[in-house]
């Protein structure tokens, strides 16, 4: 039977890799994000936004398939969790 352990140094390992391959996924996606991710930039300083979250921002869904590619993400970081919940 596989045995899935949770740490802090994997949490922290998880989250390095969900933040390449979100950065992976928004330049795969290239120019097309327009057509199925809407931007919003911050406008207030309560919900102001650093650099790097407004260069890693997809946005949300306009259509159907920016939903789909948002489902297949949240596909991706899930695999990803359990991987290396597992493995490492």
């Known amino acids: 039977?596989?045995?899935?352990t949770f740490s802090p140094i994997k949490f922290a390992i998880f989250l390095?890799?969900?933040l390449f391959s979100?950065?992976?996924f928004k330049l795969i996606l290239g120019e097309k994000r327009d057509r199925y991710f809407k931007v919003t930039l911050s406008?207030?300083?309560f919900n102001q936004r650093g650099a790097l979250a407004n260069a890693i921002s997809l946005?949300?869904?306009k259509?159907?398939?920016?939903?789909?590619?948002?489902?297949?993400l949240i596909l991706l970081y899930a695999i990803e969790y359990i991987f290396?919940?597992?493995?490492?």
């Open 43 to 45: 406008k207030s300083l």
């Open 22 to 24: 979100t950065i992976l």
């Open 84 to 88: 290396i919940m597992i493995f490492f």
């Open 1 to 4: 039977m596989i045995e899935i």
């Open 59 to 61: 946005g949300y869904p």
């Open 16 to 18: 390095i890799v969900a």
């Open 63 to 72: 259509n159907l398939k920016g939903f789909l590619l948002f489902l297949l």
